[in-house]
T-cell receptor, first 119, second 115 residues
């Protein structure tokens, strides 16, 4: 399994400002993912971040609002730009594990999350 | 369309008893993986158990087992001998083979273990 760390673990931010969340993995991984979990809700995929290429965003998420960097195979950042109270969520970084030989067996490992509160 | 449904927003179980958390899914893919994750109040997502669509036997991992009924498209999680530390949110997730690495998550079930 992969060990994933995120910084910061939590933050309280003013509306209109931006926050950059860092995700560090203890091994090289091809694909990293960023999820948002709004209060009391399930996880929603924001984007997939591949090293050396532009991130792929899911419907409803745009690069201007959630720019992502992926400078190498162990690190990624997600920026939440021009924040509003609606951005208050847990933001989770994850990577695909490669247990076993079946592609379908590749579970996702998650970081501890960043709890963001926007006031 | 891919969809995961968890119909139990909250469940209670007595310590040391078994509990079943329901999950149904909808996909047109023939090949898919089913996963259960635990999310304690700390917020981290902890992988619990996996079931492949072609696996004939139900998956088991310690006190966790997955009751897989393919024809009914259900993948219920059974936790035996519940412990206080099992109190958490539980998410069912599906990964159809044709969506690459994208996971589809259910809305979760909040489990409370009563001493």
């Amino acid at each position: 399994s992969a060990v994933i760390s995120q910084k910061p673990s939590r933050d309280i931010c003013q509306r209109g400002t931006s926050l950059t969340i860092q995700c560090q993995v203890d091994s090289q991984v091809t694909m990293m993912f960023w999820y948002r979990q709004q209060p009391g809700q399930s996880l929603t995929l924001i984007a997939t971040a591949n090293q050396g290429s532009e991130a792929t965003y899911e419907s409803g998420f745009v690069i201007d609002k959630f720019p992502i960097s992926r400078p190498n195979l162990t690190f990624s950042t997600l920026t939440v730009s021009n924040m509003s109270p609606e951005d208050s969520s847990i933001y989770l970084c994850s990577v695909a594990g490669t247990s076993g030989t079946s592609f379908l067996r590749f579970e996702q490992y998650f970081g501890p999350g960043t709890r963001l509160t926007v006031t | 369309a891919q969809k995961i449904t968890q119909t139990q927003p909250g469940m209670f179980v007595q310590e040391k008893e078994a509990v079943t958390l329901d999950c149904t899914y909808d996909t047109s893919d023939q090949s898919y993986g089913l996963f259960w994750y635990k999310q304690p109040s700390s917020g981290e997502m902890i992988f619990l158990i996996y079931q492949g669509s072609y696996d004939e036997q139900n998956a088991t991992e310690g006190r966790y087992s997955l009751n897989f009924q393919k024809a009914r498209k259900s993948a219920n999680l059974v936790i035996s001998a519940s412990q206080l530390g099992d109190s958490a949110m539980y998410f069912c997730a599906m990964r159809p083979i044709n969506t690459g690495n994208q996971f589809y998550f259910g809305t979760g079930t909040s489990l409370t273990v009563i001493p």
